[in-house]
RNA sequence: GGGCGCUUAGCUCAGUUGGGAGAGCAUCGCCCUUACAAGGCGAGGGUCAGUGGUUCGAGCCCACUAGCGCCCA
């Protein structure tokens, strides 16, 4: 063995093993688990974000897997719509060519192509995590079978009138000329302004005070083209009069009339309200209930047209409407519109005031346009019917979110839901099996030869599909049951559905965990999963959320193999939206990486990502953790060494029984490395089973690193290099050794495979196993009878005596190398016992020169003390050290013992604390009070007689 | 405006039913002790954001305040 651990050399060699063995496979047998893996966007590449939520679940999916249970991780990923039309029009935009360039079909099979050629990214990815899901089941919602679910679901919808088109306002990105759902609009806070409008009252008619207009105020000036109304709180005074009287509104000389709606706030400017019901969600509110008319004054691209389209509520167009716009702003771009309109105002001498004015702009989470309210058919899903049951499954326990509270968010939006806006103006994705006749009757089936056949359509008769394909959630929302099969009746279906837990970040929970929890409670009756973990997000180590553009993105594979600094600085700077932040970023990124970042390998990554995930919902990722896990795999390296020093070519007593065999004599430390074993294995799988990982880590890393190798290596030492140690004896150390080693691995394995599978591979021989890796042994078993409290009484003898001499040692700056003498005072009889069985420990962990129990009549020699509960240790100082230093040390100690002496004579000298705390508690007080008067007493007696030397 | 969360050691974070403030990293000291210097051993370091309340007893429960963050409108 190496003398040192380099992950680079073992990662990837075991990875292609057990994929080529076929080790990811459910096995058929055992209680089914299953997670299904949020799947990632084709056109993306692993995030830091993926890293750790894969780490969980392929962390869950190993522990399960080795346990024995029927264990599938589903893969896949995402046709993700908007997201990978854009990079492939991207693609053709540098070439000099655009989309409408080709036909539909030609740009689809583009698409294909590129997701063939660089869809694969994330998967090699995941390969090099060492994620371990069934990679034969690998998805992708583009798949036929899952476009075949999509189609069957969208239908079966449409026949119960769950999924219908309607005439609406919907949020239109001017960017991508499609609509988008509520959820993929981002509000933002930005500085814009308010501009106070003059409103000429028609007919001669004034206001109270005499004025012959109103004064409206508008973030959106340009919208006035398509006003159709102007609207007062019904309870305001000063409109009363005005109330069902008329605007002249400028610019396009329309008559709109003044209504009252309790939308108004008459507090707010001048509590005269523009109402434009086509370009505002709130005013569409107004409208409907007035019945005003809708009158659109915007193209697709948001630009101004000649005639606007004006429409009833219900989608009837309204022809005899006056729908001429100015011709000066046909074409124009809104914003362009909105200064021109602004400055007419102004010119007319309309234009009452101009303020600042902060305001949430609506912009696309995609295309970070500003969204544009429009009034277009779409497709929608009446969400009401399926919120409900979903709602339900949450509230019984069915599904249970850990943490718990997330139930509350969820809650929240179900309770809220707005119909669901599924129709997109893309060509890339799901195409919706919607056919329209030339009077624009509508039907819904597979193909168009099913529309025929249903409804008795003639060949003369001339179909037309519909252009618009389903958003990219729709089909996200069937992934739970889609994966498996459905609608054909499968096994998996049976055995995955439910699955077992949903690993995600909550910021998916309304776009997708809802989505699929409505959606597979309506097709299969089932609930998706049993359980949603919601992960935090992984921040920097400032708290600051990780992106490209403010480039503290850290790639999860950097972390891994290492980067030099110049690459890390390039691709941080490289492709920014702003290039302007590329300075600053370098700047930065050279500052805090200054010699690059080194390879810390997958094993470590995964640690951190394990003990960093407590239930706080924000993680700051913290580099320090990574290399202390490094270093952490190095000492699991080392340590296998050793015992492979000892027990290489030796006897180790290798299938043998431990409980039934006279050919193993174990040591103390042997019996309770063992029970230490078993409880980390039980503080692991309680810990696992509650989803805190970061409490599981810390269980794991005491138990391997304190106490296997701090204590247990160093007490196997003198076992096997005593003269006294009989074979029997050296046999149970060396078999514990290796046992306990060989458990670890396993026990270590979900979390760190890669390092595990290589050292288990290296004790293989020395224990009885049958399995050909790690990842299919079995999962350690809890025995608690390998538990012996007073075995654990004994190691906490030596322990402390031990570490009391260390101590001395250590504040006296007496050299470790430096044999020294033990003296035991005020030794019990359980004292004198535990030295004679455990002499040959302490003199070999404490460096002794020689153990000796001081008679009670002998006075000792000038020494250096500490406590062992009421034992003594005494190293005699002689020519040690200085006399002076030891008194300031128990100084230190008395001073300490002090305050705890007060405090808790205060605490038992109170009679209120007395009468009425537990028995058991104020006991323990007293208890603790005598032995802290017995240990100052102590100190305080030895410290005078070093005084007096 | 509504909802949720956070504030504990220099840093990143644990702290289970209220009963002796913890870990990792960083710092300091001694040591290249035959598994490991990517290491060992030891040490120092906290008014648990603030105020008030409940309680014999509060990091934990309640109220208010301050600061930070997220979601929704």
Redesign the pocket.
Known sequence: MD????PENIEQKWYKKWEADGNFKASGDGNPYCILIPPPNVTGSLHMGHAFQHTIMDTLTRYHRMKGDNTLWQCGSDHAGIATQMVVERQLNALGQKRTDFTRDEFIEKVWQWKESSGGTISQQMRRLGDSPDWDREAFTMDENLSKAVQEVFIQLYKDKTIYRGKRLVNWDPKFQSAIS??E???HDEKGFMWHFRYPLADGEKTLDGKNYLVVATTRPETMLGDSAVAVDPKDERYQNLIGKFIDLPLVNRRIPIIADDYVDMEFGTGCVKITPAHDFNDYEVGKRHQLPLINIFSPTATVLAQAEVFQFGGTPIDDYPNQLPEKYTGQDRFVARKLIVEEFDSLNLLEKTEDHGL?VPRGDRSHEIIEPLLTDQWYVATASLAKPAIDVVKNGEIKFVPE?WD??YY??MN?IQDWCISRQLWWGHRIPAWYDEQGNVYVAEDEQTVRAENNLSDEIILKQDDDVLDTWFSSALWPFATMGWPEKTPELEDFVPSSVLVTG??II?FWVARMIMMTLKFTGKVPFKEIYITGLI?D???D?MSKSKGNVLDPIDLIDGIELEPLVVKRTSGLMNPKAATKIEKATRKQFSEGIESYGTDALRMTFCA?A???????F?L??V??Y??Y???LW??T??VL??TDDKDCGKGLDPKASEQLDFSIADKWIIGRFNQALKAFETHTNEY?F??AT?AL??FS??DY???Y??LS?PVLNSEESNEAQKRGTRYTLVNILESMMRLLHPMIPFVTEEIWQRLKPMVATSSDSIMLAPFPIYDASSIDQAVNNDIDWIQSL??GV??I???L?????KPVNLLLKNAAEEDQRRLKDYQGFLSSLA?LESVKILPTEETAPPSSTALAGTLEILVPVAGLIDIDAEVNRLQ?EIDKLNN?NKRLSG?LG?A??V????AA?VE?EKE?LV?TEQALAKLVDQQQELKSH
């Open positions: 003398t040192s651990y380099s509520d959820l609009v981002e509000n949430m509270n509350k968010t929240h939006w809220n909550f910021d309304f921040r180590e400032n708290g959320k960093l407590s239930t706080s919902r924000d993680i700051n913290d320090g953790r290399e202390g490094k270093n795999c190095n000492k080392n340590a060494r050793f020093m000892n805190r970061d409490l810390k890393f005491q690193k304190n190798c701090d204590w290596l160093e030492k031990i570490t260390r101590n040692r250590g504040e700056n007496i050299s470790p190398n460096r230190k705890e605490k109170n209120r604390f009468d009425n705390a537990p508690i323990k603790k032995n």
